[in-house]
């Protein structure tokens, strides 16, 4: 997976995000896009991202699942 960067102000607030030219050029292969194509794309990547992650991550039974979300 590759790794994004959060640039912080010094009171550890979120100002901006770095991501790597592979991330950049998946998201936005050609230079001119609209803010709709820009929000599906970016909606379609982190959504892949997501699903990747899923398939690595092991099942919960139903009994820890309820935990899980009670917390």
């Known amino acids: ?18 991501i790597p030219i ?3 050029k998946q998201i936005f292969p050609e230079e001119e896009i609209s803010l709709d194509e820009l929000s ?9 991202q997501a699903m990747d ?8 039974d139903s009994k820890t699942a309820l935990q899980y979300l009670e917390e």
């Open 1 to 18: 997976m590759l790794e994004i960067e959060y640039l912080k102000d010094p009171n550890g607030k979120p100002t901006a995000v770095i």
């Open 40 to 48: 599906d794309r970016l909606e379609d990547y982190c959504l892949n």
């Open 22 to 24: 592979e991330v950049w």
């Open 53 to 60: 992650e899923a398939k690595s991550t092991p099942l919960l």
